[in-house]
């Protein structure tokens, strides 16, 4: 098994990488805690399952950036607290199955397995939790089915928006124009049915 660990905070990125690769069936285990350097990795390292850290609001980000550019490679959320919001949260970002603050590194090993195989083990109330909100969202759903997915350009900008950076910025980083900028995130907010980029992002 080929393990990516995502985490803002450096130690606890570089102590479960360590623990994990003196893990029975565990092939390699590496660690980012940079989000392109994620989504690079992942890419063109190959990853069986990405490990990411929720404990920080820009783990979310990261999340929607790595299951928008790999969307095959499974996202297991790691540190999150045991209510449906939390979770349900995780899942908008992209993850496929979560781990609890309080877990075990062998139900960590349990989760990554079930992540593989495209499970996910929750108590019954989040599993309520889940279908009801999934009852909720089924109107929006319908209504939402025509939207056109955005493309790979306009997640690349999407992303650096989402992480605080102005028009200029993005075109600097990315070598386009101010207006082409613009005209993409004009673009996003028709695809996405919003306004402003907060919305957006």
């Known amino acids: 098994m080929h393990i990516i ?5 450096r ?5 479960l990488t360590l623990c994990l690769s003196q893990h029975t069936g565990i092939s390699s285990v590496r660690f980012c805690h940079d989000v392109e350097v994620l989504v690079q990795e992942t890419n063109t390292g190959g990853a069986d399952v990405v490990l990411v850290d929720m404990s920080n609001a820009q783990s979310y980000v990261a ?3 790595l299951s928008a550019a790999c969307p095959r490679v499974p996202l ?3 540190a999150v607290p045991e209510a449906t919001d939390e979770i ?3 899942i908008d970002a992209g993850c496929i199955g979560f781990v609890p603050k309080d877990a075990t590194l062998a139900e960590l090993c349990d989760a990554m397995h079930g992540a593989m195989n495209g499970e996910c083990a929750c108590h019954p109330k989040i599993a309520g939790g889940l279908l009801r909100e999934l009852w909720r969202r089924r109107p929006a ?6 939207v056109e997915p955005l493309t790979q350009r306009e997640s690349e ?3 650096r928006v989402a992480r605080g950076m102005t028009n200029k910025q993005v075109a600097h980083v990315l070598a386009i124009s101010v207006a082409t900028v ?8 028709t695809k996405l049915q919003v306004t402003k980029r907060i919305e957006a992002t």
Do not use: D, P, T, W
Request: net charge positive; aromatic share 6%.
């Open 5 to 9: 660990v995502y985490s803002h905070m």
């Open 11 to 15: 130690i606890l990125g570089e102590s």
């Open 63 to 65: 999340a929607r950036a």
């Open 76 to 78: 297991l959320a790691l």
């Open 88 to 90: 349900v949260a995780c």
């Open 141 to 146: 759903i319908r209504e939402r089915q025509g």
């Open 157 to 159: 900008i999407l992303l």
């Open 182 to 189: 613009k005209n993409h995130l004009h673009n996003i907010f």
